[in-house]
């Protein structure tokens, strides 16, 4: 059973700091890519981060050159370093891992959201 368990949320004042990182247990098959994604109150979940088995990476508007995501070699770990954080920026951040679990067949794993509160 796949596994992705967050860490590293918490409160910051604006223009602070916070590192985000996820730890990918269970076995896929073959990932495709990794990312990460928020969810404030009232909207929808949205991509921040991305980042693919080759280590091409996207981010959202805005948060390019706030945000920079990385990955550990086996990806195993995710993480997404958070700078310049802005009240916007509050809201419950999810890992996401894209993987085959065969040849065939892919699916979406999430983790748990770990929540980030910027103040003002």
């Known amino acids: 059973q796949v596994q992705l368990v967050e860490s590293g949320g918490g409160l910051v004042q604006a223009g602070g700091s916070l590192t985000l990182s996820c730890t990918v247990s269970?076995?896929?098959?073959?990932?495709?890519?990794m990312g990460w994604y928020r969810q404030a109150p009232g909207n929808e979940r949205e991509s921040v981060a991305t980042?693919?088995?080759?280590?091409?990476?996207n981010y959202a508007d805005s948060v390019k050159g706030r945000f920079t995501i990385s990955r550990d070699n086996g990806m195993n770990t995710l993480y997404l370093q958070m700078n310049s954080l802005k009240p916007e920026d509050t809201a419950v951040y999810y890992c996401?891992?894209?993987?085959?679990?065969?040849?065939?067949?892919?699916?979406?794993?999430w983790g748990q959201g770990t929540q980030v509160t910027v103040s003002s």
């Open positions: 996401n891992v894209r993987g085959y679990s065969d040849y065939v067949n892919w699916n979406d794993y």
């Open positions: 269970g076995s896929i098959f073959r990932i495709v890519a």
């Open positions: 980042i693919t088995s080759g280590q091409s990476t």
